[in-house]
C-alpha cells in the first residue's frame, strides 16, 4: 500500500474530533473526504486540507439509504477507500425514568446501527482491495454508568462488541478494525452535553464544567488533537497486527 494514495473517509468530520481527526490524516498524506449530517460544514474542512482534500459528502447516519448512497458516491469519485474513521454520535440527556422508546431509538440509530452499517459499506469496498483500517470512536460511558445518558453508553457498549465481530471477520481480509475512546475533550459535543447536563440538574454550567474537570485523575481534558494522533497510527503500517482493541484516551478516567 502506498501510503501517499491512501483514500480516508471521516465521518462526522465537520468539527471537533473528526475535523483534528481529518486535518491529521490529511497532514499524514492521505486523501481525506469528509461525511456529515451538514455538507455545508464538511465542505469548509475540506478546504482547509488543500491537495489532499477528497469529498463533501452530506450523510444520515440514521438512515441506512443516506449511508449507502454516500459511500457508493465517494467510491466514484475517489476510486476506492482504505480508511474510515467514524466519529459521528448523538448524546441525549434524560434521567433513566424519563428515557422514552423514541429516544432510546433515536440514539441508537445513530451510535450503534449507523456505526455498524457504514463499517459494513466501508468493508465492501476494502475487501476487494485486501487492506483497510476501521476506526470507530466509542466512550468510557461504554463501561462506567452514567445515570443521566444511558441511551448513550449503552450504544457505545455496543460499538466495543461490533468491532469485536468485525475485526474477526475482516482479519483475513488485510482489514484491522479498532475504536478510540476519547474522555473528557475540550469544545466539540462535550459542551453540547455538559449544557444539557446543566439544564436537566439545575447545575451552573461553568460551574458543573469545573467540577468534571477537577474529578478526572490528571486534572485536565484531553484535545481533539491529541486523539487524532492515535487514529493516525492506528491506520498506519506499524499498527498492522492491531485489531479488536479499544485504546483509551481518558487519563485513567476509567479506572478513578
Known amino acids: 500500500m502506498n501510503h501517499h ?11 471537533g474530533l473528526g475535523k483534528a481527526i481529518s486535518q491529521a490524516l490529511a497532514r499524514s498524506g492521505d486523501v481525506v473526504s469528509v461525511a456529515d449530517l451538514n455538507r455545508d460544514a464538511a465542505q469548509s474542512v475540506i478546504a482547509t486540507l488543500g491537495a489532499q482534500g477528497g469529498s463533501a459528502l452530506p450523510m444520515d447516519l ?3 439509504a443516506s449511508i449507502r448512497a454516500g459511500f457508493q458516491a465517494m467510491n466514484q ?3 476506492g477507500l482504505d480508511i474510515l474513521v ?11 425514568l424519563e428515557v422514552s422508546p423514541e429516544r432510546w431509538d ?17 468493508a465492501k ?10 476506526i470507530e470512536v466509542s466512550s468510557p460511558a461504554s463501561r462506567l454508568g452514567f445515570p443521566l445518558f444511558a441511551s448513550y453508553g449503552a450504544s457505545k457498549a455496543a460499538v466495543d462488541s461490533m468491532i469485536r465481530s ?7 481480509h488485510g482489514i484491522t478494525v479498532n475504536a478510540i475512546v476519547p474522555g473528557r475533550m475540550t469544545g ?5 452535553l455538559e449544557q444539557d447536563i446543566a439544564k436537566v440538574t439545575g447545575k451552573d454550567m461553568s460551574g458543573l464544567a469545573e467540577e468534571r474537570t477537577k474529578a478526572l485523575p490528571m486534572g485536565r481534558r484531553v484535545a481533539p488533537e491529541e486523539v487524532a494522533e492515535a487514529a493516525l497510527w492506528l491506520s498506519s503500517e506499524a499498527a498492522a497486527y492491531v485489531t479488536a482493541e479499544r485504546f483509551n484516551f481518558t487519563g485513567a478516567m476509567e479506572m478513578a
Do not use: H, T, Y
Open 5 to 15: 494514495r491512501r483514500i480516508a473517509l471521516v465521518i462526522g468530520g465537520a468539527n
Open 62 to 64: 440514521s438512515d441506512v
Open 77 to 79: 469519485q475517489q476510486g
Open 86 to 96: 467514524n466519529c459521528a454520535a448523538i448524546c441525549l440527556v434524560d434521567p433513566l
Open 106 to 122: 433515536k440514539v441508537f440509530a445513530v451510535n450503534a446501527r449507523g456505526a455498524f452499517f457504514s463499517m459494513q459499506e466501508a
Open 125 to 134: 469496498i476494502m475487501i476487494p482491495r485486501k487492506w483497510g483500517r476501521i
Open 166 to 172: 468485525a475485526a474477526i471477520a475482516l482479519a483475513p
Open 188 to 192: 466539540g459535543m462535550i459542551d453540547v
